[in-house]
């Protein structure tokens, strides 16, 4: 099953980053090519919910919501937008997770996300998150 | 002239059997008291060593005593290796950090000078003169002790003259002169000037450092010191049976076998007292009025004064001597009457008293870390230097953040060379399946290998800072992701058990020619080699590819060696190209120009030794044989220690 979401989001990946580079060509060969600065989005991320599972390895499923405070609708962005986990561990270590956004989100307004955690042997106190751009 | 041969042997021997009538002398060594000079109300001793750039300058020594510099140099680097401490070797003192010390030891060592003269030299009969050109490193040290509050307690410069060369012929014939001796040096020493000027650079070593340990040792510690014990024994002598004496010196060799310790007194007691009765019974049996006889009296009286002196009695050894002193033999041998006398000065200075107390055998011999040694004036920009004196706290984070560097750089690197290799193998792959045909051991230590760089998804993140946090996840993730397309791809040849895993295959297939018909794999991998770089930037103070390939050397060593992992039977090809590796990574870490050497202060290397040492064991191995000779060396925290020292 998991496989099966593996493929199926590389699939998305792909289609996602061909249409962007399809019209990246088609700006480059425009005749009146000038130099734009990417486009910066104004995101914001919140952990909403969080659950803990125990199977061969301990792992933590996130639900965290993500904002778009920006006038425009985020779609493909030049830039990579990421969300960064850091799960304090009970043992006091950190582990870290990042997820890149792929979904598109209208201005001013937010979708909630899922994401897994791999914990290996750790027990789960606390995480953060937090947006970053590459 | 044969008949005169017969003669002269004759002669010979007979001097010998004449001399052998004689006491004959022998050496034991034993571990006598030494009785410091100088007396700390603490035992807590630091060193400190300057490194000051020096002058090294060669200078012509005129027989009148005119000195004329002809060569100099600002920029001579004498130094003292941070081991002192170890051939020192203290009893009496713990090494501490210089600003926990109440006793600060201050070595500096002074500018050398390159000394060419001519000394005259006077041979056979005739009134011709002759002169050997000589050309000298003077070379020195100063030592000064302080209190903690700096207050001089003792000066000294010890100095030392080693000749380097000696010229005494020119054209077949002797040098009739001053002038042409020195000339003829100066010559010989400014064709090799620039080996020279370099050879008095560097740690002080030889007799100036041997001075030193002794000169600070007898100032210094209250310790067991080797001393020699002088005993005779005689060979064969008229109508006496001298085999007892004899045997009873042979005995006493073992003397010298016993180790400084907790027992050493009684362990010479023991061996020494009844050597000492049974001189003395056997004095009884010959007439010290005999002209003969006198000479066994001699010697077994001294034997016994030299007991009593090893036993640290002195007083007895003194007594005896008086015995010694109303025979008419050897009045000359003085020594008998001042080694006690000596030893019971320096005692009598040390107790302040006449009586002397006993002593505690065990201090802090063998408990002497060189990284306690302080450095000042070093070069700017080694590494390394003083680093006792960094928090403990600051030295545990730094080696937390090197483990993790290190974790990710071996896993990465090594991923990245197993790849490679697998190119290699792959020349003749199977273009119909689309997939390259590899090595199923190959396949089989690559799945190990990446389920294995697994772990660096769980490393421990609280040491770093937001921004490195960040950079290591987005590592780990995208590394492991990379690698996996790869594992699975060459695990396509793999023989399915079951349907389930037939299933999976297909879909791994599918992956894999998605993964390729995307083609961003170039990408990919540079976007994880940027991000590599920046970390290393980010956690290093000195990020180069040299330095970064040292967890690549131990995670090849940790392949090579251990029983578990990559073994030379099951494939010795893969084996050997791994080896290869080791030997290649191991050449630009340590010996080429790009060796991290250059960034280390030489306390520093001092410190790595022993981490370096098995590197360099391996290094040298035959690959055939490092299963059976170099088995299982990885250690966890090796490339943590040494790149700790790196690490911001």
């Not at chain 2, 001579?76 to 051939?87: A, C, P, Q, W």
């Not at chain 2, 490195?468 to 993730?477: F, H, L, P, R």
């Not at chain 2, 035959?622 to 925290?637: F, P, S, T, V, Y």
Request: glycine share 4%.
């Amino acid at each position: 099953m998991k496989r099966i979401l593996l493929i199926g989001s590389i699939v998305l990946e792909l289609a996602l980053n061909s249409c962007g580079s399809l019209a990246y060509q088609g700006y480059e060969m425009s005749s009146s090519h000038h130099e734009t600065a990417p486009k910066e989005f104004e995101l914001e991320v919140k952990v909403v919910y969080v659950q803990e599972l125990r199977k061969e390895t301990n792992s933590i499923k996130v639900d965290y919501e993500v904002m778009n405070r920006s006038e425009d609708i985020f779609l493909s962005p030049q830039r990579k937008y990421n969300v960064f986990f850091k799960v304090k561990t009970k043992e006091g270590r950190e582990i870290g997770h990042y997820k890149r956004i792929y979904r598109k989100i209208a201005p001013n307004s937010s979708i909630v996300l899922s994401e897994t955690i791999n914990l290996s042997v750790y027990e789960y106190e606390s995480v953060e998150a937090k947006i970053f751009v590459e | 002239m044969n008949k005169n041969c017969t003669l002269y042997l004759l002669l010979l021997l007979g001097i010998f059997s004449a001399v052998a009538q004689n006491p004959k002398q022998r050496s034991i060594d034993y571990y006598a008291w030494n009785y410091p000079i100088i007396q700390a109300t603490s035992n807590k001793i630091a060193f400190s060593i300057d490194e000051k750039p020096l002058t090294i300058s060669a200078a012509l020594i005129h027989g009148n005593g005119d000195k004329l510099v002809f060569l100099k140099s600002t920029e001579g680097k004498i130094t003292l290796s941070s081991n002192l401490v170890t051939f020192l070797d203290l009893w009496s003192y713990q090494t501490t950090r210089i600003d926990e010390a109440d006793i600060k030891v201050i070595l500096t060592p002074e500018p050398s000078v390159f000394e060419i003269s001519a000394d005259k030299e006077k041979k056979g009969g005739k009134e011709e003169e002759r002169y050997k050109g000589q050309l000298k490193l003077h070379s020195g040290i100063k030592i000064e002790i302080t209190d903690a509050q700096g207050r001089l307690l003792h000066e000294k410069k010890l100095e030392d003259y080693n000749t380097l060369h000696s010229i005494n012929v020119f054209e077949n014939s002797a040098i009739t002169s001053e002038k042409k001796a020195l000339e003829l040096t100066k010559a010989h020493f400014m064709e090799n000037a620039e080996k020279y000027m370099a050879g008095a650079n560097g740690s002080v070593s030889g007799p100036l450092h041997y001075k030193l340990v002794e000169y600070l040792q007898d100032l210094i510690d209250l310790r067991r010191k080797k001393k020699s014990l002088y005993v005779y024994t005689f060979k064969k002598k008229k109508g006496f049976d001298l085999s007892g004496i004899q045997a009873s010196i042979e005995a006493l060799k073992s003397l010298s076998d016993v180790a400084p310790g907790r027992n050493y007194q009684k362990e010479i007691e023991a061996l020494l007292l009844p050597k000492i009765d049974f001189w003395r019974e056997e004095i009884s049996k010959y007439d010290s009025q005999d002209k003969k006889q006198v000479k066994v009296v001699w010697g077994l009286l001294a034997n016994i004064s030299g007991a009593y002196h090893a036993l640290g009695e002195d007083e007895k050894a003194l007594e005896v001597y008086q015995e010694i002193e109303k025979l008419d033999y050897r009045g000359s041998y003085k020594y008998l009457e001042q080694l006690p006398e000596e030893q019971m000065v320096k005692r009598k200075a040390f107790f302040g008293t006449d009586t002397p107390k006993s002593l505690d055998e065990v201090g802090f011999q063998g408990t002497h870390n060189p990284s306690y040694v302080h450095y000042k004036n070093f070069q700017v920009g080694l590494l390394g230097a003083n680093r006792m004196e960094v928090a403990q706290s600051t030295l545990e984070t730094r080696k937390k953040r090197a483990y993790l560097l290190g974790k990710i750089l071996g896993h990465y690197q090594y991923l990245e060379e197993l790849k490679r290799l697998g190119r290699k193998f792959s020349e003749r792959g199977n273009a119909d399946v689309g997939f390259e045909e590899t090595d199923a051991y190959y396949v089989e230590v690559f799945n190990r290998a990446a389920k294995e760089s697994e772990e660096i998804e769980f490393l421990d993140l609280s040491v770093l800072d937001e921004d490195e946090k960040i950079i290591a996840s987005k590592i780990s993730q995208d590394l492991i992701d990379f690698y996996n397309i790869y594992d699975k791809e060459i695990s396509l040849n793999k023989e399915s058990q079951d349907d389930w895993e037939e299933m999976q295959k297909i879909l791994d297939k599918l992956l894999v020619v998605l993964h390729q018909w995307q083609g961003g794999e170039k990408d990919d991998k540079r976007a994880l080699y940027k991000n590599i770089d920046l970390l290393a930037d980010k956690m290093l103070l000195i990020n180069n590819e040299t330095i970064r390939s040292l967890p690549l050397l131990e995670t090849l060593l940790e392949e090579l060696s251990s029983e578990d992992k990559v073994s030379y039977g099951a494939n010795p090809k893969l084996f050997k190209q791994l080896f290869k590796k080791y030997q290649k990574t191991y050449v630009s870490l340590f010996v080429a120009d790009t060796s991290i050497g250059q960034y280390l202060h030489h306390s520093a290397h001092q410190f790595l030794k022993k981490e370096l040492k098995v590197y360099y064991e391996l290094y040298r191995a035959d690959e055939d044989e490092i299963g059976a000779k170099h088995k299982n060396l990885h250690d966890d925290q090796r490339v943590a220690n040494i790149l700790s020292i790196f690490v911001k």
